[in-house]
Protein backbone atom coordinates (compact mmCIF):
# COMPACT_ATOMS: atom_id res chain seq x y z
CA UNK A 1 0.00 0.00 0.00
CA UNK A 2 1.07 3.56 -1.06
CA UNK A 3 -0.02 6.98 0.47
CA UNK A 4 0.54 10.42 -0.05
CA UNK A 5 -0.50 13.05 1.47
CA UNK A 6 1.79 15.33 -0.64
CA UNK A 7 -0.44 14.58 -3.46
CA UNK A 8 -3.25 13.20 -1.91
CA UNK A 9 -3.57 9.83 -2.93
CA UNK A 10 -3.58 6.06 -1.51
CA UNK A 11 -2.69 2.88 -3.75
CA UNK A 12 -3.92 -0.16 -2.09
CA UNK A 13 -1.62 -3.17 -3.29
CA UNK A 14 -4.05 -6.21 -4.60
CA UNK A 15 -2.42 -9.40 -5.27
CA UNK A 16 -0.91 -10.41 -8.62
CA UNK A 17 -1.47 -6.49 -10.11
CA UNK A 18 1.54 -5.13 -9.83
CA UNK A 19 1.64 -4.53 -6.73
CA UNK A 20 5.40 -5.40 -5.60
CA UNK A 21 6.18 -2.95 -9.09
CA UNK A 22 4.46 -0.11 -8.13
CA UNK A 23 5.54 -0.07 -4.15
CA UNK A 24 9.34 -0.20 -4.78
CA UNK A 25 8.72 2.19 -8.09
CA UNK A 26 6.93 4.78 -5.99
CA UNK A 27 7.92 4.20 -2.57
CA UNK A 28 10.41 7.15 -2.55
CA UNK A 29 8.40 9.26 -3.67
CA UNK A 30 5.11 8.73 -0.92
CA UNK A 31 4.73 9.79 2.81
CA UNK A 32 3.31 5.94 3.95
CA UNK A 33 4.61 2.81 1.99
CA UNK A 34 3.35 -0.67 3.16
CA UNK A 35 6.36 -2.55 1.26
CA UNK A 36 8.29 -5.95 2.38
CA UNK A 37 6.07 -7.71 4.99
CA UNK A 38 3.04 -9.29 2.31
CA UNK A 39 0.19 -8.95 5.19
CA UNK A 40 0.73 -5.50 5.47
CA UNK A 41 1.64 -4.49 1.99
CA UNK A 42 -1.69 -5.92 0.95
CA UNK A 43 -4.04 -3.80 2.90
CA UNK A 44 -7.58 -4.68 1.81
CA UNK A 45 -10.02 -1.41 1.38
CA UNK A 46 -12.44 -3.03 4.01
CA UNK A 47 -8.94 -3.00 6.17
CA UNK A 48 -7.85 0.56 4.97
CA UNK A 49 -11.20 2.35 6.47
CA UNK A 50 -11.16 0.22 9.67
CA UNK A 51 -7.45 0.74 10.85
CA UNK A 52 -5.66 3.36 8.57
CA UNK A 53 -8.22 5.94 7.65
CA UNK A 54 -9.08 6.68 11.60
CA UNK A 55 -5.23 7.21 11.97
CA UNK A 56 -4.64 9.43 9.11
CA UNK A 57 -8.11 11.54 9.67
CA UNK A 58 -5.71 11.66 13.44
CA UNK A 59 -2.66 13.10 11.76
CA UNK A 60 -4.05 15.44 9.04
CA UNK A 61 -7.71 15.55 9.91
CA UNK A 62 -10.51 15.62 7.44
CA UNK A 63 -8.63 16.51 4.03
CA UNK A 64 -8.75 12.33 4.18
CA UNK A 65 -11.86 12.37 2.80
CA UNK A 66 -10.71 14.10 -0.53
CA UNK A 67 -7.86 11.74 -0.63
CA UNK A 68 -8.68 9.31 -4.29
CA UNK A 69 -7.81 5.69 -3.02
CA UNK A 70 -7.23 3.52 -5.74
CA UNK A 71 -6.71 0.28 -6.93
CA UNK A 72 -6.05 -2.59 -9.84
CA UNK A 73 -8.73 -4.90 -10.46
CA UNK A 74 -7.02 -7.78 -13.02
CA UNK A 75 -9.56 -10.12 -15.10
CA UNK A 76 -10.46 -13.11 -13.43
CA UNK A 77 -9.49 -15.92 -15.29
CA UNK A 78 -5.92 -14.43 -16.14
CA UNK A 79 -5.51 -13.53 -12.49
CA UNK A 80 -6.09 -17.23 -11.11
CA UNK A 81 -3.77 -18.40 -13.81
CA UNK A 82 -0.87 -15.73 -12.74
CA UNK A 83 -1.34 -17.09 -9.28
CA UNK A 84 -1.05 -20.61 -11.12
CA UNK A 85 2.15 -19.63 -13.15
CA UNK A 86 3.49 -17.77 -10.04
CA UNK A 87 3.37 -21.22 -7.55
CA UNK A 88 5.11 -22.99 -10.38
CA UNK A 89 8.40 -21.04 -10.13
CA UNK A 90 11.52 -22.98 -9.94
CA UNK A 91 12.70 -21.40 -6.96
CA UNK A 92 10.13 -22.68 -4.78
CA UNK A 93 9.71 -26.63 -6.80
CA UNK A 94 10.84 -30.10 -4.26
CA UNK A 95 14.49 -29.73 -5.17
CA UNK A 96 14.84 -25.96 -4.14
CA UNK A 97 12.67 -25.93 -1.05
CA UNK A 98 11.32 -29.60 -0.16
CA UNK A 99 7.43 -29.40 0.80
CA UNK A 100 7.30 -25.67 0.28
CA UNK A 101 3.58 -25.50 0.64
CA UNK A 102 2.49 -23.34 -2.16
CA UNK A 103 4.28 -25.04 -4.85
CA UNK A 104 1.99 -26.07 -8.13
CA UNK A 105 4.28 -27.62 -10.25
CA UNK A 106 2.75 -31.09 -9.95
CA UNK A 107 -0.73 -29.92 -11.56
CA UNK A 108 -2.11 -29.00 -14.81
CA UNK A 109 -3.44 -25.91 -14.96
CA UNK A 110 -7.20 -26.94 -14.81
CA UNK A 111 -6.69 -29.06 -11.46
CA UNK A 112 -5.09 -25.85 -10.32
CA UNK A 113 -8.37 -23.72 -10.96
CA UNK A 114 -10.88 -26.69 -9.57
CA UNK A 115 -8.67 -26.87 -6.50
CA UNK A 116 -8.61 -23.14 -6.26
CA UNK A 117 -12.50 -22.67 -6.54
CA UNK A 118 -13.46 -25.29 -3.29
CA UNK A 119 -15.01 -23.90 -0.97
CA UNK A 120 -11.43 -24.99 1.45
CA UNK A 121 -8.98 -25.04 -0.75
CA UNK A 122 -5.59 -26.73 -0.18
CA UNK A 123 -3.26 -24.17 0.56
CA UNK A 124 -1.46 -23.97 -2.73
CA UNK A 125 -4.92 -23.25 -4.13
CA UNK A 126 -6.06 -20.72 -1.59
CA UNK A 127 -5.65 -16.87 -3.39
CA UNK A 128 -8.65 -15.22 -1.87
CA UNK A 129 -10.72 -13.52 -3.99
CA UNK A 130 -10.42 -9.85 -5.77
CA UNK A 131 -13.92 -8.89 -4.95
CA UNK A 132 -13.53 -9.69 -0.92
CA UNK A 133 -10.13 -7.22 -1.25
CA UNK A 134 -12.09 -4.17 -2.99
CA UNK A 135 -14.73 -4.21 -0.86
CA UNK A 136 -15.47 -1.67 2.20
CA UNK A 137 -16.94 -2.21 5.72
CA UNK A 138 -20.43 -1.67 4.14
CA UNK A 139 -20.22 -4.50 1.45
CA UNK A 140 -19.70 -2.01 -1.06
CA UNK A 141 -16.98 -0.07 -2.86
CA UNK A 142 -18.31 3.06 -2.36
CA UNK A 143 -14.73 5.94 -2.47
CA UNK A 144 -12.26 3.39 -4.50
CA UNK A 145 -11.20 4.20 -7.85
CA UNK A 146 -10.83 0.61 -9.73
CA UNK A 147 -8.53 0.69 -12.26
CA UNK A 148 -8.34 -2.25 -14.94
CA UNK A 149 -4.86 -4.26 -14.40
CA UNK A 150 -4.69 -3.57 -18.39
CA UNK A 151 -4.97 0.08 -17.65
CA UNK A 152 -2.13 0.19 -15.89
CA UNK A 153 0.62 2.34 -17.81
CA UNK A 154 -2.57 5.08 -18.15
CA UNK A 155 -2.94 5.06 -14.52
CA UNK A 156 0.71 5.43 -14.14
CA UNK A 157 0.42 8.40 -16.22
CA UNK A 158 -2.39 10.31 -13.96
CA UNK A 159 -0.66 9.31 -11.18
CA UNK A 160 2.49 11.49 -12.98
CA UNK A 161 0.23 14.22 -13.77
CA UNK A 162 -0.82 14.16 -10.19
CA UNK A 163 2.89 14.23 -8.73
CA UNK A 164 4.14 16.28 -11.87
CA UNK A 165 7.16 13.58 -12.07
CA UNK A 166 8.23 11.11 -14.53
CA UNK A 167 7.54 7.70 -13.57
CA UNK A 168 8.98 4.44 -14.51
CA UNK A 169 7.86 1.23 -13.25
CA UNK A 170 10.14 -1.33 -12.02
CA UNK A 171 8.79 -4.60 -13.18
CA UNK A 172 9.22 -7.21 -9.71
CA UNK A 173 8.26 -10.41 -8.60
CA UNK A 174 6.40 -11.61 -11.80
CA UNK A 175 4.95 -15.00 -12.70
CA UNK A 176 6.76 -17.09 -14.88
CA UNK A 177 6.40 -16.38 -18.70
CA UNK A 178 2.99 -18.55 -20.01
CA UNK A 179 3.67 -21.53 -21.94
CA UNK A 180 -0.24 -21.33 -23.03
CA UNK A 181 -2.96 -18.96 -23.56
CA UNK A 182 -6.67 -19.58 -21.82
CA UNK A 183 -9.12 -21.43 -23.86
CA UNK A 184 -12.49 -20.22 -24.01
CA UNK A 185 -13.49 -23.70 -22.15
CA UNK A 186 -11.56 -22.27 -18.70
CA UNK A 187 -12.56 -18.61 -19.45
CA UNK A 188 -16.39 -19.83 -19.44
CA UNK A 189 -15.50 -21.67 -16.13
CA UNK A 190 -14.52 -18.71 -14.26
CA UNK A 191 -17.26 -16.29 -15.42
CA UNK A 192 -19.08 -19.61 -14.04
CA UNK A 193 -17.77 -19.62 -10.45
CA UNK A 194 -16.33 -16.26 -10.05
CA UNK A 195 -19.69 -14.27 -10.83
CA UNK A 196 -18.98 -11.47 -8.22
CA UNK A 197 -15.33 -10.95 -9.36
CA UNK A 198 -16.42 -10.51 -12.83
CA UNK A 199 -19.70 -8.03 -12.56
CA UNK A 200 -16.54 -5.67 -10.93
CA UNK A 201 -14.75 -6.22 -13.86
CA UNK A 202 -17.12 -6.13 -16.63
CA UNK A 203 -18.53 -2.29 -14.98
CA UNK A 204 -14.82 -0.92 -14.67
CA UNK A 205 -14.33 1.99 -17.25
CA UNK A 206 -11.55 1.54 -19.32
CA UNK A 207 -9.01 4.58 -18.73
Known sequence: ???????????LSNRKCAST????????????VFDSDHRLRHTSYSEYQQYIMPFLRLKVGDEIDSYDVYSLFREPAEWMYSWYRFRNRHEISPEVQPDHWEYAGHLTWQQ????????NPPKYASVGRQCDFVTGM????KGLHLIRYE???????NIQNKMGQELKLRR????????????????????SVLVQDYEIYDNIAAL
Open 151 to 157: DLDAFLL
Open 1 to 11: MLISTRHKFVI
Open 21 to 32: SLVFSLRTLCDG
Open 172 to 191: LNVSPEKTSELTDVDIRYCR
Open 138 to 141: DGTR
Open 112 to 119: YLLDAMQP
